[in-house]
C-alpha cells in the first residue's frame, strides 16, 4: 500500500488532515491546506532555518509566504468546499511519489457543476521548485477563471513575521515576490510562472504583498482546461540574490510533465534505499511508508545548519525546535538507510558546539550542555513558562530547558551510533570525536561526589519521563553519562591510535589533561547506579518509595495522567510519562541480561501512561516488548505509535507530525520485529519475532557503505 486516501471532507478533522497530507522535498514542507482556502484552517509552509524571534517562546520557524493560492469562479461563482455542493470527493497522497492530488465535483450555489482537480509536489528533484497544477472539467458553458497567487500575508496563529520587500511582474507570465522576517532580517523570494498558456494574455493584479496572474478560459461542456503554475523559491540563507534565483528555479521546468517526472526519478531511488514491506498488515504497512515519507520530506539533504523539529516541518507544534528526539529516534533511520542525511544532521550539531559550551558554561560547567531545545544557533529555546493545561489563564513553569542534560549523551550517542554503522572515519575524526570528548566533558564536571554513598552523582535532573522533576540520579542520565565518560576515553585513544595530530588538537583545544582524564576514568568507575540484586533499577533515588498506582483504575480516559493528577502530584506517584529505565537498556541491551530487562519490564510496563504520556514511548516499549519474546505484547504497542499520525488517537496531530514516533516505528521494525543486530566488527544477524498474521517483513538497510536486502518470512 502507498497511498492515503481521503473520501469525503469533514471540517471537523481539517487541521488533523493538513498535518498528514503535508509534503516536502527536505527543504520544505506545506501543509496539506486547500489551495483556494477554508474557513480556520492551517494553512503553512516550513522553510528549513528561517527563525524568527517570538515573544516568550524566543524564535521559531515561520510560516512562510503562500505559494499554493489560487481560486477558481466557474462562471463568476468562486469554488469553494464552505458552499455549493460537494458531490464527490477524493484526495490522495501517493508515498511512493510525493504527489498530493485532490478531486472535486462540485455544484456552485446557482447551480454550475464542474469536476475540479488539483496536484501538487515539492520538487525532489530541485528542492528550489514547487509545483501545482489545476484542471477543471465543466458541465456547463461560459466561462472559467482561475487567480493564482503568491500571498505574503502569512502568519504563525496570529503573530507577523513577514515585512514586504518588493514585488513585481516579470514577463507576461511571471511575477515575484519578496518578503523578510521582522527581526532575524532573512529575506525569503517566491516566484511564480503561468506557462505555457495559450489563453488570452494573463492580467497581472499587483495587489500589495499578493502579486496575482488571473487567466480566464472560455468553458465548453465537458473539455477540461488546465492551468500549471511553478513556483520558485530561496532564501537569503541560500544566496545574496534570493528573488533572483526564485526566478531561476520557476523557469527551470520545461513543463508538468518533465518536472514531475524528474521529481518521480528522485523519489524512487530514496525509496530503493529504504525499502519496506509487510505482507499481511496492510495497516501496519502504511504507516511504516507513512512514517518513512514524513521523515525524508523533513530530512534536509543540503544544508547541514538546520535540524528536524519534533513536529518535522509540517505544523505549528513546538515552533520547529529540535530536540533528542532527533538523535535518538529519528537519527538511527537515517543512520541505516540515508547515511549521508545523518551526517548533517550530526553535523549540525557540531556546528552549534560553540552555543552547548556557552550553556555549560553559564551554569558553572565544562564542555558541552546542548539546548534542549535547539533553533538555528543551537541556543536554549526552551520556553520557561507554557499556559497550564488545567487553566490556560495560568502558567506552568517548564524545567526541561534547566534540567535536561541527557540531551548531551544522546548527541554522542548518536554520533557513535554514526561511526559504527559507517565507518566514515573521516567524519568521526573532524567533527564526531569532539562531540563525544567534548559532551563527555560536561558529565565529567557536572558529577558531584557523594561520600556518604561513594558515588558521583546527578542531581537535579529531568530525565525522559518527564512526569518526574528535580530527581537526583535518573537512572538513564547516569548510564548514559557514563557511557559518554568511558566513550569518550575511547575516542581518545582511538584517535590517538590513528590520527594522532588530531588526538593531540584536541587534547589541547579541550584541555584534556592527564588530571582530568584520571577524574573522568574515576567519575566513569563510580557513578551512582541503583541496580539491586534481581536487577531492577530504581529509575532515581526515592521512586520506589513514591506512591504506587494502578493505571487500571483510571480507565477508561482521554487524558494523560499528568492531567489527571497535575503537574505536583504526578511528581508524587510511581507513574511514568515514557520508559526511562527501560530505554536505556535498550540503548545500550547487549550490556544487560534478559533476566535484567525483563525484571525491569515487568515493573516499569504497568506504570507507564502509555496511551496519553509521551508519543515517544510505545515504538521503544514495543522493541523492548520483542526482545522479551512477547510478541502480541510488543505488537500492541506498536500499532498504537503507528496510529498517532493516520489516527490522531492522541487529538494533537494537527500541530504537526510526531517525528519521533515516526523513526520510533522503523526502529521497532528492524529492531523489534525484525531483531537486527549489529555487531562492532560490523557483522549482522536477525533474531526475527513477526506478529503472528504477518507473512513476512522484508526491510533494506545500509551498512559501512553496503546495502543489505532483509526478508523474514513467518513459517
Ligand atoms: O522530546 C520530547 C519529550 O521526550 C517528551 N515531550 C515532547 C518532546 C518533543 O517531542
Redesign the pocket.
Known sequence: MWTLTENSFDPSSQHHKETIFTIGNGYLSTRGAFEEGYPGESRATFVHGVFDDAPVVFTELVNAPDWLSMQVLLNGEKFSLASGEILDYLRELDLRTGLLTRRVRWQSPSGQVATIQFERFASLADQHLLALRCQVWPEFDGQIEIRAALNGHADNQGLAHWNHVTQRQENRDTVGLQTRTRSSGIHLALAMRLPGTNSPEPDYWDTENIPTLRQVFPAHNGQPITLVKFVGIATSRDTDQPLEKALVHAARPESWEAALEAHRQAWEQEWERCEVSIEGDEEAEIALRFSLFQLLIAAPRHDKRVNIG?KTLSGFG?RGHA???TEIFMLPVFTYTAPHIARNLLDYRHLTLPAAREKARQAGFEGAWFAWESADTGEEVTPTWVPDFHDKKKLARVWTGDLAIHISADVAYAAWQYWRATGDDAWFTESGAELVLDTAKFFASRAEWQPERGCYAYSDVIG?D?YHDHNDNNAYTNRLAQWNIQTGLQTLNWLEKNQPEKATELAGTLDLTPERLSKWQDVAEKICLHIDPTGLIEQFDGFFALKDVNLADYEPRTKSMHEIFGVEAANQYQVL??PDVLMVQYLLHDEYTDEQIRVNYDYYTPRTDHTYG???GPSIQAIVACLMGDVDEAYEHFIRAARADLRDVRGNAGDGI???SAGGIWQALVFGFGGLRIHPDGQWETHPRLPKHWKSLTFRFTLRGQQHLVRLENR
Open positions: 519534533a513546538y530536540f533528542w528526539d525522559p518527564e510519562k515514557q509521551s508519543s515517544l510526531h517525528a519521533a
